[in-house]
């Protein structure tokens, strides 16, 4: 039941990205501006996800992978 | 002493990056230094600085990287209070050393990751693959990452005392443009633990139920200052499952605001897990484009979880019943929450780029014998130079 679930879920996601449409060269002006990266600054992001793991149960996604550190 | 092995491993991988750099010629280095101070009510103190080196090998997106992380850790929290220790004081050494390299969309990347302290000792290996599909508006990332530590005892030898644990993560992640003005991100992580997950410092206290009515005859609630008084004299090592398996799902939004000038972002995370965590993630977030070299951000960010399903506030036993078989005193497995907010000033002048954020986390546990509530101070600061 919840491998159809995570299934249904992937596809509908797939089916979402999948169906939009190109964005120009053109048009990506704001797109390629620092406030618009998806992954910020990358030594930033590891430092504060590094801190949030010690300090929050879970793991993974957005936050620090599991492992590596014997400090909780 | 510590030092050794990440240094030598830092110097080791700058001396193999740079006739590298200087033969692509197609980028220049750049030169990170972080260093984030961690503070709070607890009695806990974290000074975490950080220096990094990166320099590009193709135009695709792929490069080499090499990260020194050390934590100097200053504690006399509940946590360690209530296991009548004092003070204690430990630094941990990380380094990260990372390699990608375009072959035209695909983007295949290898990492390396050791750390080090005085009874914990870690080593990770990790592969990646980036890829943009069709168009340059979708980009999917799958990440493997395996890590191996050795749990020790301060004080004692890794062959007197040594347990291991084994740590996968399968991160897979979909980024999508969905318009001129606005990004969207999926992410799926799966987490599989196998090993020694307790802490062998920890020992869980044990109460009867002639302990916990004498209390309430005394109109007190058991805590800190008198728990001593009321649990048997019986105190077991902490133990908790061997296997623990996650899930997190999570999405990210950007949105650009040419009315500001900046951007909106939110992240909303869900995690799940076998011990019976379930937590969540809202982070919400705006930038503000101050001129064409200054951004100032503030975010806002929750953070819920209830308890694993063999979290207890008070283990309590009857007569002749044996130990329960698992049992902790990890706050981190009790339910809580966290309410974080702060700022964040970001200036670039030449090649220099520096960054101050500072923010306040709250965190409130509503079943955790020890402690109630704590108040956190983060503040993190940075530089990056281009060269």
């Known amino acids: 039941m919840k491998k159809r679930a995570l299934g249904i879920a992937l596809a509908l996601g797939l089916g979402l990205f999948g169906g939009c449409a190109t964005t120009k060269p053109w048009q990506r002006e704001h797109l390629a501006e620092r406030v618009m990266a998806p992954d910020g600054d990358g030594e930033r992001e590891a430092l504060r996800a590094h801190m949030l793991g010690t300090r929050e149960g879970a793991v993974g996604g957005f936050g620090a992978g599991g492992g590596g550190c014997g400090c909780n | 002493m510590q030092l050794r092995t990440p240094t030598l491993l830092l110097v080791t991988a700058l ?159 979909l980024t999508q443009v969905l318009g001129p003005r606005t990004l969207l991100r999926g992410i799926y992580t799966l987490t599989h633990q196998a090993g020694y997950m307790a802490k062998p410092y920890r020992f869980v206290p044990l109460f009867d139920s002639a302990g916990i009515d004498a209390a309430k005859a005394a109109g007190v609630s058991i805590d800190l200052s008198n728990f001593d008084q009321y649990r048997l004299s019986e105190r077991p090592a902490e133990r908790v499952p061997d296997i623990r398996v996650g899930h997190a799902f999570g999405v990210r939004g950007l949105r650009y605001l040419e009315s500001l000038p900046g951007s909106l972002h939110l992240d909303a995370q869900l995690f799940l897990d076998s011990w019976g965590i379930v937590a969540a993630t809202l982070e919400p977030g705006l930038s503000w484009k101050l001129s064409e070299r200054s951004l100032l951000s503030g975010y806002l960010r929750y953070y819920q979880q209830n308890g694993a399903i063999f979290w207890r506030r008070q283990y309590v036993v009857r007569a002749g019943d044996l130990v329960p078989r698992w049992r902790t005193g990890d706050r981190d497995l009790s339910p809580y929450y966290t309410v974080t907010g702060g700022a964040r000033f970001e200036t670039r002048r030449g090649p220099l780029t520096g960054y101050v954020d500072a923010s306040v986390m709250d965190t409130v546990y509503s079943d955790y014998m020890f402690l109630t509530s704590r108040l956190a101070l983060v503040s993190q600061l940075g530089m990056r130079l281009e060269l």
């Open chain 2, 15 to 173: 001396a193999l990056l740079a006739p590298r750099a200087h033969a692509e010629g197609e980028g220049d280095w750049r030169v990170s230094s972080d260093t984030l101070v961690y503070t709070d009510s607890d009695n806990v103190l974290v000074v975490t600085p950080q220096v990094a080196v990166a320099h590009p090998l193709d135009a695709g997106g792929g490069a080499a990287s090499a990260r020194v992380v050390v934590d100097v850790v200053s504690a006399a929290s509940v946590d360690v209070v209530s296991q009548a220790t004092k003070r204690f004081s430990e630094v941990r050494t990380e380094v990260d050393l990372g390699v990608s390299k375009a072959f035209g969309k695909l983007v295949p990347a290898l990492s390396y990751r050791h750390s080090e302290e005085a009874d914990y000792v870690s080593n990770g290996f990790g592969a990646g693959l980036l890829r943009q599909l069709g168009s340059s508006d979708t980009t999917l990332s799958v990440n493997y990452d395996i890590a191996f530590d050795a749990v020790g005892y301060t004080g004692t030898a890794y062959s007197a005392f040594a347990e291991s644990l084994r740590t996968q993560n399968l991160n897979a992640s």
